[in-house]
DNA sequence: CAAATCCCTATTCATACAATAGGGTTTCTA
DNA sequence: TAGAAACCCTATTGTATGAATAGGGATTTG
């Protein structure tokens, strides 16, 4: 399994999300300072997940971008979907875009690519949005509990 | 999830070995002929399945490829990992070869990759070329037996 | 020895990913 | 009401990987 850039992008940008206030907006600029992330790049990633309804936005001076639900209600999947389309071939015919995995494949062949997605889509849809953000909030503690015995 | 080219070529040509007389050699030309595959790129792949030991060959007059090992014991994530890598992060360390996946990840996507990534193993491993090369067989008996409601 | 077959490396071609560019639009505030 | 701060949008460029082709070399058998 293989994650492209831009969904990684994606992901740390909606941790980072989850981790700002709620209800107040955070600028692409700076989120783009902290994790390393191309801004004009950013901005794309940015654009895609406000149309699919995962972060909204505010124009003007003091604008930016907020969240757009509550974070327990943004699955996983739904995030990586957002960006690289549809994981599992099953219900590929009702989303729109991209071409659904497994296509003209032989039966055979057809039937693993699709147990596999399955597989894959129940994993992620274990995950939420505020999991990540928790699981990093304590990967960070570790690290910082670590620091403090190697002084 | 996505398999590539060469992968699904892998996975055609195995189970047509699967299905092939135990024992007895196929040649590449007509492997390649039958399932439009183009021959040279056919050429590459079942020599990274022979260096994988899951195909073994002859050569000269009357040569050919067949199986190494009875198809109920090569899984399918052993066909795929012999082309496209390690599937999963955790065991990718003894794996020689390709970068692992899930890399430099923050340690939220990491583990998030991982978790798919096993999900995926698991699902794959359900599977022997045994079981695909029976899947293929019952939906070419079953197109036949269509085909004779059409006429 | 010659035909059939696998063996191996290098190169080309195509596509998708990653990033950059350049401006346009909206909103707020002084 | 001007202008700065922010998002909005499309197009283009660069780069890596995947897909395929090319050309000959090595082995075996009849």
Known sequence: MRLSKKTEYA?????????????????????????????KFLELILLELKNAGIVRSKRG?????LLARRPETVRST?????IEGPVSPAKAQ?????????????????????????AIEAALDRWTLADLAREEQEAAERRQRNLMYFI
Chains 1, 2 share one sequence.
């Open 11 to 39: 992901l740390k940008a909606l941790i980072y999300a989850a981790r700002h206030p709620e209800g107040t907006t955070f600028q692409i600029k700076e989120l783009a300072d902290r994790n390393g992330i191309p801004k």
């Open 94 to 118: 009702q989303d729109s875009g991209r071409k659904p995995p497994g296509e003209g494949l032989s039966p055979a062949v057809s039937r693993l690519v699709r147990e596999a997605s399955e």
């Open 61 to 65: 001076v003091g604008g930016g971008y």
């Open 78 to 82: 739904e995030i990586i979907e957002a």
